[in-house]
């Protein structure tokens, strides 16, 4: 039997690999299903505690509770054999679905829809291996790959129907007054999450000699310890620092919705991994992407071929100069110089990812593509 036309139910699987991407995404597509598409959602998640970070109102002690429509479970080991899965099945970036559910999978009538949903990736291969199916080496099942990216021939971009309106909304004044302060006058803000970073000393030195104000947000992650050692003072949430022209402060590590605030608040933003990049996006502001680093160097492709779309449309200096900031801020070896000419860019940089975003918005959002995908007949 063919997988349901209507979809119902929904089990999302999530394993934490390192950071919070992997549950970031999950737990974004999760909210946007049960709230935007009606459907009801189990979220299986193997470390509750990391998923508290990004969302306190998880209890990393409970292994059954409700949170924002989704019914959220711990995944352990074993798993119960009891659980009846649900008519799709979403293994979020190839984790490993549990051996008894997937036999369990097989047994029922209406066959699952088995998505494995992949990282996100704006290169040109995805066209290919978008949507392809893989079956099962003995069972009578069909798992498709779905793979996020940056046109319509990728699963798109997650995004909540409501964002771009919540961001237009959104009070600066009012977000900065709770901070501590709206910046002066003609200052730039900016806000900073990354990876451990090297670059970040040569950063902060063209700051605090800066013509112009800059106010640094530092959100509490692995980029902390390398602002710390580049000022030779340990920093924790809550603390700030003055020198120069530089204002830093380092703000606790955020509920989601909150972090998008900040996005929306800065002039700048630098971000890391994949949600946040995505994030970024729609914030529809300047930013930086440090991106995940992998040990094959297969990440520098990964950014080579996001910035092939992203500076469509660029002058050639502007293009220069975002290119050659971007890549010294991935080796960690970005320089003053390279600042410099970036940031004398952020007028016309600043214009073009409004415009690059628009044009994405244009793209169904990746929960849409992937309810559509389910509905449609194996
Ligand atoms: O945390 P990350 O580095 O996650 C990474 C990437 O996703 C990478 O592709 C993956 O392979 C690796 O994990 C295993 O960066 P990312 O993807 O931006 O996820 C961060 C999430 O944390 C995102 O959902 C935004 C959220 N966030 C908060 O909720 N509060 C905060 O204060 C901050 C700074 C982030």
């Not at 737990?27 to 979220?43: C, F, I, M, S, Y």
């Not at 390398?226 to 340990?234: D, F, L, Q, T």
């Amino acid at each position: 039997m063919p997988s349901a036309q209507h979809p119902q139910r929904w089990d999302i699987f999530c394993t934490v690999v390192d950071n919070y991407g992997d549950i970031g995404v999950c737990w974004r597509l999760a909210r946007q299903l049960a709230v935007e598409h009606g459907v009801a959602v189990r979220l299986w998640v193997d470390d509750l505690a990391a998923f508290a970070r990004l969302c306190p109102a998880v209890a990393p002690a409970l292994t059954l509770q409700a949170v924002g429509g989704v019914e959220i479970r711990g995944w352990q080991q074993p798993f119960p054999e009891d659980i009846t899965p649900a008519d799709v099945v979403i293994e979020a970036f190839a984790c490993e679905l549990p051996e008894s559910y997937v036999a369990a999978m097989a047994q029922l009538e209406a066959r699952p829809r088995w998505i494995n949903l992949e990282y996100l990736s704006a290169e040109a291969w995805v066209a290919d291996c978008h949507g392809l199916p893989s079956p099962h080496p003995r069972l009578p099942l069909t798992k498709h790959f779905f793979i996020p990216g940056f046109d319509e021939k990728s699963a798109g971009l997650l995004r909540e129907h409501d964002l771009l309106a919540r961001h237009a909304a959104f009070d600066a004044d009012l977000w900065w007054a709770d901070q501590g302060g709206t910046p002066a006058e003609g200052a730039l803000t900016v806000s900073l999450f990354a990876y451990e970073n090297r670059a970040v000393g040569a950063l902060l030195g063209e700051w605090r000699n800066s013509a112009q104000q800059v106010r640094c947000l530092v959100t509490d992650s692995r980029v902390l310890p390398s602002v710390s050692a580049a000022i030779a003072r340990p920093l924790a949430p809550g603390e700030r620092y003055h020198d120069g022209a530089l204002d830093l402060q380092v703000l606790p590590f955020m509920r989601q919705e909150d972090y998008d605030d900040l996005l929306a608040a800065c002039d700048l933003n630098f971000v890391r991994g994949e949600d946040s990049l995505v994030r970024a996006i729609w914030a529809g502001k300047p930013f930086v992407w440090h991106i995940y680093p992998q040990d094959d160097d297969a990440h520098r492709v990964k950014l080579d071929a996001f910035l092939e779309r992203y500076c469509v449309g660029l002058s050639p200096a502007a293009d220069d100069a975002l290119r050659a900031f971007w890549h010294g801020w991935n080796a960690e070896n970005a320089t003053g110089e390279q600042w410099r000419a970036f940031s004398g860019h952020l007028p016309e940089i600043a214009a073009h990812t409004r415009t690059f975003c628009d044009r994405l918005t244009q793209l169904p959002d990746l929960s849409k593509t992937l309810a559509d995908f389910c509905r449609t007949p194996v």
